[in-house]
């Protein structure tokens, strides 16, 4: 039902600064909990970020807190990540996720969220 892409990924020095993108393809993006997760090399799939359907609600994990910045904007049907003082220990697949939902509750559960992108690729060199 829902179709999400990912875009903004790249290469990047440490220090430096990149922006993803979220963008839905489905009809009902103003209704989602939304968040971001990554899976780095030999890792799984980890929280990064998670924004309610207005944006009046953050949450991040204490590895991105100070660097990084979830954002969307409804009427476009897209999500940010700002990704600023990037280390190289950010390196990773990085997805979009959407799920419904009443509360934040499971905001950082990759299980709680039946909605992927495919997933963009950051990387990021010493």
């Known amino acids: 039902q829902e179709q999400l892409v990912e875009s903004g990924g790249g290469l990047v020095q440490a220090g430096g600064s990149l922006r993803l993108s979220c963008t839905s393809s489905?009809?009902?993006?103003?209704?989602?909990?939304m968040g971001w997760f990554r899976q780095g090399p030999g890792k799984e799939r980890d929280f990064v970020a998670a924004?309610?359907?207005?944006?009046?609600?953050?949450n991040y994990a204490d590895s991105v807190k100070g660097r990084f910045t979830i954002s969307r904007d409804n009427a476009k049907k897209t999500m940010y990540l700002q990704m600023n003082s990037l280390k190289p220990e950010d390196t990773a697949v990085y997805y979009c996720?959407?799920?419904?939902?009443?509360?934040?509750?499971?905001?950082?559960?990759?299980?709680?969220?039946?909605?992927w992108g495919q997933g963009t690729q950051v990387t990021v060199s010493a």
């Open positions: 996720a959407a799920r419904v939902s009443v509360d934040s509750s499971g905001y950082y559960n990759p299980q709680r969220y039946p909605y």
């Open positions: 489905g009809r009902f993006f103003g209704t989602y909990y």
């Open positions: 924004i309610s359907q207005s944006g009046g609600y953050t």
